[in-house]
């Protein structure tokens, strides 16, 4: 089928590219010129793995193309995709100007019969909002479809490839068979799609989102008392992971949840609630834990170098979390910021960050090698969950180290082998 992707961020260009993969014809347009001509040189304008090379691929075989226009990416496209961002704004709901304008230039060039198809995250109700208005300007305005897309940044092609369910929201029976031949090609059994009316849609893609930051705030606030009791929270996590009604994912303690869609996904659905006069005090909780946990990350390493005026520390992450170069709602760069402000002398490590934060070089040291950096250090500090840095060389960073103090901000380590190592080690709940 011949489709057009607008917008190719990250949920945009690997849409784009999968689609590509599985033998629809792509054509992708982002408003960026800076990332067409990247995308149109075979690279990826962030990081993802395995991205790269389906973007070559698609270009090499010819089915996937960047245009260079709205109209020439969209000329006789079946089903447009709009993928545009949504980023998080200064209050509750997210910003969607670039979402409407993309919208306003998208419909009036569509084929008839063609299919518009949203992949950006919207505030629940507005797909109808769209529709309603579009209705008003076009008596020809296409069926729209929410489609929601639930890829994770670090493993995003491979989420999409194999997708757990497809949730198509429309009012339109043909929309929704045009959308079953575009998802043919992944042959997915018929329990794993779901139809729906669009504002099922966007509230399965909030709800599932803040579903798994409130298990996220649980487990921190768990593991937090697991710390003043004397337990240890990996230990508890394990025995609560064991019963299948709970299950294991998401309950890693930390610093908090971060990144450009669980915090904004949160404040969204915690307003729709409110809005609609049904407030989610569960959510408004997960959400002031959340804000409050980076702080108790804060106080512990103030505890355990005590008082971190004058401390040197290094922090190892700052993305917010690892296989991203994403630094976008970082707890990991609020911490940094934090402990600067109480005024620690910081540096920081991170496999993939690239200092795109207004000052934050100015204000940190970044080393390249966390090695020789804990030189002299009073604490090493780790913030994003990098396997790799399971395993520095922990024996020689202890001996280097002015007092060898670890606060492990993931739980990635061991304890009684640090310990043993000589470290004296703290981790979120142990
Ligand atoms: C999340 C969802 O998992 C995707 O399904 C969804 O498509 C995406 O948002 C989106 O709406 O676009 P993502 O933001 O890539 O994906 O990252 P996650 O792996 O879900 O992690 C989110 C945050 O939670 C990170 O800061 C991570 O460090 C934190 N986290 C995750 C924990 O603190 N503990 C955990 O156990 C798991």
């Not at 917008?7 to 993969?21: F, I, K, P, R, S």
């Not at 009036?108 to 909002?129: Q, R």
């Not at 402000?341 to 040291?365: M, N």
Request: net charge negative; glycine share 8%; charged share 20%.
């Amino acid at each position: 089928m011949k489709l057009a992707v607008i917008g190719l961020g990250h949920t945009g260009l690997v849409v784009a590219a999968v689609l590509a993969e599985i033998g629809h014809q792509v054509h992708g347009f982002d408003i960026e010129s800076g990332k067409r001509s990247r995308i149109s040189r075979g690279h990826s304008p962030f990081y993802e793995p395995d991205l790269d090379s389906l973007i070559a691929r698609g270009l090499a075989t010819g089915r996937l193309v960047i245009s260079r226009t709205l109209d020439e990416a969209q000329a006789d496209a079946e089903v447009v995709f709009l993928a545009v961002g949504t980023p998080a704004a200064n209050g509750d709901a997210p910003n969607l100007a670039e979402f409407w304008s993309a919208a306003g230039q998208v419909v009036p060039l569509l084929l008839p019969h063609a299919v518009l198809a949203i992949k950006s995250t919207l505030p629940v109700g507005t797909t109808d909002e769209l529709i309603a208005r579009f209705k008003a300007q076009w008596p020809d305005a296409p069926p729209v479809v929410n489609v929601p897309e639930f890829l994770r940044q670090g493993t995003a092609v491979a989420d999409f490839l194999r997708p757990e369910r497809v949730i198509f929201g429309s009012h339109s029976p043909a929309a929704l068979n045009v959308m079953r031949v575009v998802y043919e090609p992944f042959k997915l059994s018929s329990e794993t799609i779901h139809e729906c009316r669009p504002v099922e849609a966007e509230l399965i893609k909030h709800a599932a989102n803040c579903f798994l930051a409130a298990r996220i705030s649980y487990a921190n606030e768990l593991a937090n008392l697991c710390g003043r009791l004397g337990a240890d929270y990996e230990i508890v996590r394990h025995g609560l992971a064991a019963d299948s009604r709970i299950g294991s994912s998401f309950l890693n303690a930390g610093l908090g949840f971060g990144g450009s869609c669980f915090p904004k996904d949160l404040a969204a659905l915690i307003k729709t609630a409110r809005d609609a006069g049904s407030p989610f005090t569960l959510l408004e909780a997960t959400l002031a834990a959340n804000r409050a946990q980076v702080h108790r990350v804060v106080a512990l390493a103030d505890e355990m170098v005590g008082g971190l005026s004058g401390r040197k520390v290094l922090q190892l992450g700052l993305t917010y979390k690892a296989g991203t170069d994403d630094t976008r709602g970082s707890r990991a760069l609020e911490l940094a910021f934090l402990l600067i402000r109480e005024g620690a002398e910081l540096t920081c490590h991170d496999p993939a960050y690239i200092p795109t934060e207004v000052g934050s070089d100015q204000l940190f040291t970044i080393a390249d090698d966390p090695v020789s950096a804990a030189s002299r250090m009073d604490l090493v500090l780790i913030a994003t969950d990098w396997p790799e840095f399971i395993d520095l060389p922990w024996s020689k960073i202890v001996g280097s180290m002015r007092s060898a103090r670890l606060l492990d901000g993931r739980n990635l380590l061991d304890p009684t082998e640090m310990t043993a190592a000589g470290f004296t080690y703290r981790g979120i709940g142990r």
